[in-house]
C-alpha cells in the first residue's frame, strides 16, 4: 500500500528536494485527496493481493470491498504480477535465486529526518536489488525518479546487512500508459548521492530553512495557490507588457512558452482557491459571487419520453461507445482481441513542445511525400 503521511514523505521528494521551504508550507494546508489517489490506493492493493497469491503468500482478496475495481484495474494488476514473476523466473533460470519482498518497509532516517517509506516490490538476486514500483496513474514517470531513488537507498539500508549486492536497478511500471522504464546505479553512487546531496537537503526542508524555488514540482504542491515565490515566478512573464508576439526576440518567446502552462495552471488554481474562500464568506476587493448560467433540464425524464413516444415519436438517441469507454468496459486485453484492427488514429494537430519530448520531430505531410526532381528521374528508371 501507498506510504502513509510523513512529513518528508518520498512520494513528495521532488518538491521539498528543489524547494526545502515547502515542506513546513504545504503543512498549512490538508491533504484532501482525489478520487486518482483514491483509485491508485485501491489498484496498488489489487497488486498487493496478486503478486502475494502467486508467490504463495496468504493475503485478503481486497476487490469485494473495492470502489473503483474494474476490468482495465484486474489486467494492469495481473500485468504487474507477471512482470515480477517473469523476472524471478528469468533469475531462476540464470542459476540465482532471488528472494521477492511485496510492500516492502523502508526505514530511511539515516537520510531523511523522521522518514519511511513503502517498496511496492523489492527483488534481490546476486550482487543486483531491484526495486519495482507500481504507477497507475496516466502522468509518466521515468525510473530516475527521485521516489524510486530513495526508494533503491531504502532498500540498501534494510538489506546490505542480509545481502552483498553491488548495484540497484529501478524500475517503473505504469500500465495505462503501455510504459516500463528501468534504469541502473552500482550502490557507491547511491550512497555518495545520498551523502552529499540528498541528506542535505533533507536537512533543510526538515528545519525550514532554505530558498524556494519554483519548476515542475509546484504542480502537485499543496500550497501552490497562496505561495508568493510561485507568484512571482508566473508573473515575470508580464514584464513583457502582453506585448504583440511579433516584436518578441525568439528567446522572450521561448521563455514564455516554457511557462504558459503553469502560468495557465497556477491562475486557474488561484480562482478556484478564491472561490472556495469565498463561499466561505471571505471578501476579494472588486469581487462579489453570483450564479452561472443554468441549463435546461426535464423534471421527469421519464415523463418527458412517455409524451414524446406517445405523440408518435422516439425521444432516445443511440450511439458507439467511444473508445477509450470501449476498452475500459471490454479490458485493454480483449478489446485488442475484438477491435484493434478497427481502431485508427489520425495524426494530432501540431503542438510546440520542448526538445526534451520523447515524440518525434513533426513533419508536414507534404514535405515527408515531396520528391525531389533527381529522385523522380531516378524513378521513372526504375
Not at 42 to 49: M, N, P, Q, S, W
Not at 358 to 365: D, H, L, Q, S
Amino acid at each position: 500500500m501507498p506510504d502513509k503521511h510523513a512529513f518528508l514523505s518520498p512520494s513528495s521528494s521532488v518538491r521539498w528536494y528543489f524547494c526545502p521551504p515547502s515542506a513546513h508550507l504545504c503543512e498549512q494546508y490538508p491533504d484532501q485527496g482525489s478520487i486518482f489517489a483514491a483509485e491508485g490506493t485501491e489498484a496498488h492493493a489489487l497488486c498487493e493481493y496478486l503478486l502475494k497469491n502467486a508467490l504463495g503468500i496468504e493475503c485478503p482478496d481486497p476487490r469485494p470491498s473495492m470502489q473503483f475495481y474494474s476490468p482495465e484495474m484486474e489486467e494492469a494488476a495481473r500485468g504487474y504480477t507477471q512482470y515480477i514473476t517473469e523476472k524471478a523466473e528469468a533469475y531462476k533460470a540464470a542459476g540465482i535465486t532471488p528472494s521477492v519482498y511485496v510492500e516492502q518497509r523502508l526505514d530511511l532516517r539515516g537520510y531523511i529526518p523522521e522518514s519511511m517509506g513503502t517498496a511496492d516490490c523489492v527483488i534481490i538476486a546476486g550482487d543486483t536489488a531491484e526495486i519495482i514500483d507500481f504507477k497507475y496513474g496516466m502522468h509518466r514517470v521515468p525510473a530516475t525518479s527521485m521516489q524510486l531513488r530513495i526508494y533503491a537507498l531504502g532498500a540498501c539500508e534494510v538489506f546490505s546487512t542480509l545481502y552483498e549486492f553491488a548495484r540497484v536497478r529501478m524500475c517503473v511500471y505504469q500500465p495505462r500508459l503501455s510504459s516500463v522504464d528501468e534504469t541502473e546505479m552500482t550502490v557507491a553512487e547511491l550512497y555518495t548521492w545520498a551523502r552529499e546531496e540528498l541528506s542535505p537537503r533533507a536537512r533543510q526542508a526538515f528545519d525550514g530553512v532554505g530558498d524556494f524555488a519554483c519548476g515542475e514540482w509546484c504542480r502537485l504542491c499543496r500550497a501552490r495557490r497562496n505561495c508568493r515565490a510561485l507568484a512571482e515566478y508566473q508573473l515575470e512573464i508580464a514584464r513583457n507588457e502582453f506585448r504583440d508576439p511579433a516584436v518578441l526576440s525568439d528567446e522572450e518567446i521561448a521563455e514564455v512558452l516554457s511557462r504558459v502552462d503553469g502560468l495557465i495552471a497556477w491562475a486557474e488554481g488561484v480562482r478556484e482557491y478564491a472561490l472556495g474562500e469565498a463561499l466561505r464568506g471571505h471578501a476579494y476587493p472588486g469581487f462579489k459571487v453570483v450564479s452561472s448560467r443554468g441549463y435546461r433540464r426535464f423534471t421527469d425524464d421519464a415523463e418527458a419520453a412517455a409524451r414524446v413516444t406517445a405523440a408518435g415519436m422516439d425521444p432516445w438517441e443511440k450511439r458507439l461507445l467511444g473508445i477509450g469507454a470501449m476498452e475500459k468496459m471490454l479490458g485493454k486485453k480483449k478489446f485488442a482481441e475484438l477491435l484493434s484492427d478497427l481502431v485508427s488514429r489520425p495524426e494530432g494537430k501540431p503542438v510546440l513542445a520542448p526538445e526534451t519530448d520523447k515524440r518525434p520531430e513533426w513533419k508536414p505531410a507534404e514535405a515527408e511525400f515531396a520528391i525531389t526532381d533527381k529522385e523522380s528521374e531516378d524513378q521513372a528508371y526504375d
